[in-house]
């Protein structure tokens, strides 16, 4: 009987080579930032060339595609606009996300200097560097994200699971009044008009 | 009569094929809506799909080398996923609907599962296909597909919802109808190696506590997982409803993670890296993270609350048959075990009934309920309400929006209303 801790002796060893190639992730304390640089200036144009179609030449969005700067202290409004800037923790998401998934359609086609441009052209976007900065994986650290602290961990079991556990079956509530129509609002797709899609084909 | 028309038509020459939207309006006209297909017939008038020999009683049916891969039958044309073009800014990271209100049971067949994309549904053949552990591990390891089908393997049943299931109803009823309210979930019996059994063969050490998961497509959805849930139930599955994964749900290999968002669900999963703390990716800070009221932000909200939905009647299921006996059905499931219960309202919460349970609730997995009443064709506010084994049970939306506010976009698990109304017709809705 084969004992699981010994294993079973299948796949083959991963080379380094292999590892490299595939290991791009990026951590907060800056693990994984390969050695290189780009600055805000080399940033805009790559910015314009690369990213601006979707993103805007200031990166602001463009039609419904993603905003990447703007929204500062908006996040406890109504209708919060979450961007690097306004929203994200950490820099080394951006370096990493923009690096191994962008831009849409042509990922993993930036190198590793115009990532930390593009980076910068960003940062730059969201006023929080100067135009003349330059990005390193040196100076990479010291770079302040506004929303840093602004994220606790699931909280759920001391907020949420003792208070519903309520399983009320009979004299619940006193009166049920309909305060919300989906048929109001009339945002559902369908074929004709009137009911939802799949009521209407039937 | 196009392709899509003809699909879609009901199954009869013989004069009654009214729409549904076009039999409301007649039977609403008619102020009686007790009339099926066959009680059309004035008593008494013997029914010609009877007293007439039909031709499939007659002639020959297909040979069975017509289908040697089939499709559901024509009638069922409407059991289709769909999407919301609003919703996102185009259909290659965006996500599409499973048609629950036309389903029954729990299993979901694979073909009109739920999608959710971040760069398509991308094209890996099992040869091309390599999966890499490593990081803190004694020995990193490539696999290949076939390596991964010698592994002992194991067969496990669980529902898949995206975060986003329900998100769009925070601020109030917006779409009207279960497929899109509650449709960004899927359950399937998967088939794999367990995660465990594959880390173990890399030999992780001790400094490891969280891994890292990413895809082999563009997007590479990383998220950061603990170790501790790695090593108790997540699969790495190339079999689904006891078939090789759909190219859209990761063919050939995902990863389950079973009770938690579905966007940890890895899938094309091509790396499994053993790491000291989490990576913080984008799809779990900037996206997958819960704002509340005040600003700050929940993150790592990995588990599904318990949480249940009426599947029909609801909008896209309206009552056709009239009054008197009446099958109210719908899906409970929960991220934290197994359903024990499910309560039924049709006053809007006032008073409540236990429903019957199709079966017993199993583990992280979807849970059919039945409730049988005789309806008077009066108006009712359809809810229901599940209990899982760890006693949760499942909030109205205004408890969760009392802690929550309404900008926490993912993790809506409140109770559903539907207005039935006295033509059978239902509508989403919120109560007071």
């Known amino acids: 009987t084969p004992v699981l801790a010994e294993g079973y002796g299948l796949g083959r060893e991963a080379l380094p080579e292999e590892i490299a190639a595939w290991n791009l992730d990026v951590s907060p304390d800056g693990t994984g930032l390969p050695v290189g640089s780009g600055s805000v200036e080399d940033g805009e144009y ?28 908006t996040l406890a409004r109504k209708d919060p606009v979450k961007t690097v800037g306004s929203y994200w923790p950490y820099l080394s998401t951006l370096w990493d996300y923009a ?42 650290l010291e770079v302040e994200m506004p929303n840093a602290d602004g994220f606790i961990v699931d909280d759920r079991e001391t907020t949420e699971y003792p208070i519903f556990t309520n399983r009320c079956m009979e004299n619940c509530k006193e009166s049920v009044e309909i305060t919300m129509r989906a048929a109001v609002l009339d945002v559902t797709p369908e074929e004709e008009g009137g009911e939802a899609a799949a009521a209407e084909e039937a | 009569m196009d392709e899509k028309e003809r699909a879609i038509t009901p199954a009869t020459d013989s004069g009654l094929a009214l729409s549904r939207r076009g039999f409301l309006r007649a039977g609403a006209a008619a102020g009686a809506m007790a009339a099926g297909t066959g009680a059309a017939l004035a008593e008494g008038t013997p029914d010609p799909l009877i007293t007439e020999v039909q031709p499939w009683a007659q002639g020959w049916g297909d040979g069975v080398d017509a289908t040697p891969y089939g ?26 609907f499973t048609p629950i209100h036309a389903l029954d049971g729990t299993i979901t067949p694979a ?61 109030g009823a917006q779409l009207n109808g279960a497929q899109f309210t509650h449709g960004m979930i899927h359950n399937m019996e998967y088939s794999g190696v367990t995660l465990r059994t594959l880390l173990e063969e890399a030999g992780v050490k001790p400094e490891g506590k969280w891994i890292y998961v990413e895809g082999a497509d563009a997007s590479s959805n990383g998220r950061s997982i603990p170790l501790e849930k790695a090593l108790d139930d997540c699969l790495v599955a190339f079999k689904a409803n006891g078939e090789a994964l759909r190219k859209e749900h ?17 899938k094309w999963l091509r790396r499994i890296e053993v790491t000291e703390n989490a990576v913080e990716s984008r799809e779990e800070t900037s996206k997958y993270t819960d ?15 318990a949480k249940s939905v009426v599947t029909s009647p609801s909008p896209q299921a309206p009552i056709k048959h009239g009054k008197g006996p009446l099958v109210i059905t719908g899906l409970a499931w929960s991220g934290r075990g197994a359903i024990t219960a499910v309560d039924v309202s049709i006053d809007g919460g006032k008073t409540w009934t236990e429903a019957r349970l199709a ?61 039935v109304k006295a033509n059978g017709e239902a509508e989403n809705v919120e109560v007071s």
């Open chain 2, 111 to 171: 073909g009109c599962a739920f999608e959710r994309h971040h760069s398509g549904a991308i094209e890996l053949a099992k040869e091309d296909y390599r999966l890499m552990i490593h990081g803190l591990v004694d020995k990193p390891l490539v696999f290949t597909y076939a390596d991964l089908e010698r592994f002992p393997r194991v067969n496990r049943t669980y529902f898949l919802e995206c975060a986003a299931n329900t998100g769009m109803e925070w601020a």
């Open chain 1, 99 to 140: 690096h191994r998934s962008m831009p849409f359609g042509n990922a993993q086609s930036l190198s590793v200097d115009e990532t930390y441009a593009i980076v910068a052209y960003i940062l730059y976007s969201n006023n929080l560097v100067e135009d003349d900065f330059v990005l390193s994986n040196e100076n990479f």
């Open chain 2, 359 to 419: 079966a017993p609730g199993q583990d992280k997995a979807l849970t059919r309920f039945y409730l049988d009443i005789e309806w008077d064709g009066s108006e009712m506010f359809l809810q229901s309400r599940a209990t899982d084994e760890t006693g949760y049970v499942q909030p109205t939306k205004n408890q969760l929006r009392e802690i929550r506010g309404e900008n926490s976009v993912y993790h809506n698990n409140c109770i559903q209303t539907w207005w």
């Open chain 2, 291 to 305: 704002t509340l009221e005040d600003g700050t932000s929940r993150k790592w909200t990995w588990v599904m609350d």
């Open chain 1, 46 to 73: 790559l910015f314009s060339d690369n990213c601006a179609v979707c993103h805007g030449e200031f990166a602001e969005g463009v039609d419904n595609w993603p905003k990447l700067a703007g929204g500062d202290g």
């Open chain 2, 71 to 96: 499709l559901p039958i024509r009638f069922e044309g409407d059991v289709v996923r769909r999407n919301v073009g609003w919703l996102t800014a185009d259909v290659i990271s965006s996500i599409n």
């Open chain 2, 250 to 266: 990761g063919y050939p290999v995902r990863l389950c993670v079973p009770g938690w968002e579905g966007n940890m669900w890895v």
